[in-house]
């Protein structure tokens, strides 16, 4: 009789599946290999299985995925959290930015903004990546060398199925780890050298937590926007939409007269350094495409 599970990882072509009874190592039916060319199972799919023993199943058919993060490639999940650091190493607008629009091109409906290492923050908290919060990203501005922030983002994990994502150094899995300490996911310092963290997760991988599954993901210090045409970024800046009015439609936002974009950056009602961020992710895309 076929059972429904959820992949939590892929580790040298098992599939460990979490069924209602536990995990279950499980094979891809050569017949569903054979009748598509693009499996690739990630964590979070679901699946339909059939026991071969009490802990080891095959895989007999896939799901339709709701959405799919494409690095880390993680599938059907409920929220993204956006993980930055304060400082060690210092939060970029281009980079904070390029991982929010990953997270756009993703499907995902939640996506949050977690700054963590609050306690290295040597300005005001209070208004610390703010622009953010005006964008319509909730922050949330924690420590989890001290604790502080941990009680709401642990609310805001509940039940959810959420990837935490983001640059290397920015405390992920320490982040987790003060949530749950018996995750005891390994972590690593922040290289002097070159100002970024080193690789401690090599896979990603759901981890169940609070009636739901978060996700430790491998740390990115590069991420590409590969399937993004220039002229669909503006609609992963959820704050341009607020500004309309520009003399030509469509608009790029960028050299084109009497842009409502534009208008309300020199007003200073848009965040420059956002708009600075989608001018150089736009240079970059719009390279890449000739």
Excluded: W
């Amino acid at each position: 009789m076929a059972e429904r599970g959820r992949i939590l990882k892929v580790y040298n072509n098992v599939l460990h599946v979490a069924a209602e009874d536990g995990i279950i190592l499980c094979k891809l039916r050569g017949r569903v290999k054979k009748g598509r060319s693009d499996v690739r199972l990630v964590p979070g799919d679901l699946v339909s299985l059939e026991r071969i023993s009490p802990e080891e199943g095959v895989i007999e058919r896939i799901e339709e995925r709701t959405n799919l993060l494409q690095r880390p490639r993680v599938a059907n999940l409920t929220q993204i959290v956006i993980t930055v650091a304060a400082a060690s190493p210092d939060p970029h607008p281009l980079v904070v930015s390029r991982f929010l629009v990953l997270a756009e091109l993703s499907g995902v409906k939640k996506i949050i903004l977690c700054v963590n290492k609050m306690d290295l923050c040597t300005g005001d908290p209070a208004t610390f990546l703010a622009e953010y919060e005006a964008a319509g990203y909730p922050v949330l501005r924690v420590s989890a060398e001290q604790g502080t922030g941990l009680a709401e983002l642990r609310e805001r994990l509940a039940g959810e199925i959420t990837v935490l994502a983001g640059p290397s150094g920015a405390g992920k899995s320490s982040l987790l780890n003060a949530l749950d300490p018996s995750l005891a996911l390994v972590t690593g310092a922040v290289s002097e050298k070159i100002g970024r963290g080193r690789h401690t997760t090599r896979r990603a991988e759901l981890l169940p937590f609070m009636g739901g599954y978060v996700v430790d993901t491998p740390g990115f210090t590069q991420q590409e926007l590969t399937e993004l045409a220039p002229e669909d970024l503006a609609h992963c800046f959820p704050d341009f939409a607020h500004y309309t009015g520009c003399r030509f439609s469509p608009c790029s936002h960028s050299h084109e007269p009497d842009c409502a974009v534009k208008a309300a950056v020199e007003a200073e009602e848009l965040s420059r350094e956002r708009y600075d961020a989608y001018i150089a992710l736009l240079n970059e895309l719009r390279t890449k495409k000739k």
